[in-house]
């Protein structure tokens, strides 16, 4: 069954650095999304993507983070400068289609930042 | 902006007996309520899901029912196992974009 990837599982990082968290979405997807979940908290939604732009973002995706489809497979997150607030589980996810396609979720990214 | 609350945050049960996990939410335009399933280590898995033109969906074990009116649904596991043991979070999500919005999460266990 095709299934969402995440590398790296684990990332730690030294606050300021930059950091980009990689997604391989199900191949047939159009649609790709970055969630994060602090320890504790809700899953939040940051960013939704679709046909090579942003269609969506919540008031966490600051001038902080970036996404990027760089070829016809990955979906990367970029935080340019961590702080130690951004240490969350990060997911990727994608939909075949928008208003009624289903999210299926990869198995996460553990960012701390120290 | 769009509210989900979840209850209980932890649930046990013994093996065997049935499981409810309900959901309210502040959106009247949310259409579509997914719920998923989260162990250790992996991301959340969609077991079920409903939209909003229906009451009710049944899938084996797992059923979900939702109530318009009063804006909540819930998740109903019967004959619980103890591979059911996991966390579960609600979601939603309306006509007006796709970004989900997530309930807290309820941490079920079953004991054998």
């Known amino acids: 069954e095709p299934e969402v990837t995440q590398t790296p599982s684990h990332q730690v990082t030294q606050m300021g650095q930059e950091v980009i968290l990689r997604c391989v979405p199900i191949s047939n997807h159009l649609y790709f999304y970055w969630y994060r979940q602090i320890l504790g908290q809700k899953v939040e939604f940051l960013v939704s993507?679709?046909?090579?732009?942003?269609?969506?973002k919540s008031e966490i995706f600051d001038d902080q983070f970036s996404v990027e489809r760089p070829d016809g497979s990955n979906f990367t997150l970029k935080i340019r400068s961590t702080k130690l607030e951004d240490s969350a589980m990060y997911f990727c996810a994608s939909s075949a289609g928008s208003i009624r396609g289903t999210q299926y979720f990869g198995p996460g990214t553990r960012l701390l930042v120290l | 902006g769009e509210n989900v609350e979840q209850h209980p945050s932890t649930l046990s049960v013994q093996e065997g007996d049935s499981a409810v996990i309900k959901c309210t939410y502040s959106d009247s335009a949310s259409n579509y309520f997914p719920w998923y399933k989260q162990e250790l280590g992996k991301g959340p898995q969609l077991i079920i899901d409903i939209r909003s033109n229906v009451g009710e969906k049944k899938d084996q074990r797992i059923a979900v029912t939702l109530n318009k009116t009063a804006k909540h649904f819930s998740l109903h596991i019967t004959e619980t196992q103890p591979e059911d043991s996991a966390v579960y979070f609600c979601?939603?999500?309306?006509?007006?974009?796709?970004?989900?919005?997530f309930g807290g999460g309820t941490r079920l266990m079953v004991k054998p």
């Open positions: 993507f679709y046909n090579n732009e942003i269609s969506e």
């Open positions: 979601a939603e999500r309306n006509n007006a974009g796709n970004m989900l919005t």
